[in-house]
């Protein structure tokens, strides 16, 4: 379904939005996630690496999907990038559960 006007809080990002910007967000996170995987002084375990690296592939399909929608305006790619966003958070989450960290 093509949408026309702004419908919600993800159409106005999605209307503002710079792929180029969250592309750098989530390449400082994967490099962050490559820092803590390598680093001998903090110590994290497998599980938690996953979920993070899961967590990174989400945020990056939210951009693919945002910059699809801002193209073409479609709702399935506004709900696609929502999806991703939440899983992408839920991961975080789950991730900080797994350390002790909520």
Do not use: Y
Request: hydrophobic share 45%.
């Amino acid at each position: 379904m093509k949408l026309g006007r702004p419908f919600g809080p993800a159409d106005v990002l999605a209307s503002s939005f710079d792929l180029g910007h969250h592309d750098a967000m989530v390449q400082a996170f994967a490099e962050r996630l490559d820092m803590l995987e390598a680093s001998p002084e903090v110590p994290v375990d497998e599980k938690t690496i996953a979920l993070l690296r899961q967590a990174e592939t989400a945020f990056f399909e939210q951009g693919k999907a945002l910059e699809r929608f801002r193209t073409d305006r479609l709702s399935e790619d506004r709900q696609a990038a929502m999806l991703h966003w939440t899983r992408g958070r839920a991961l975080v989450t789950e991730a900080k559960t797994h350390l002790g960290l909520d």
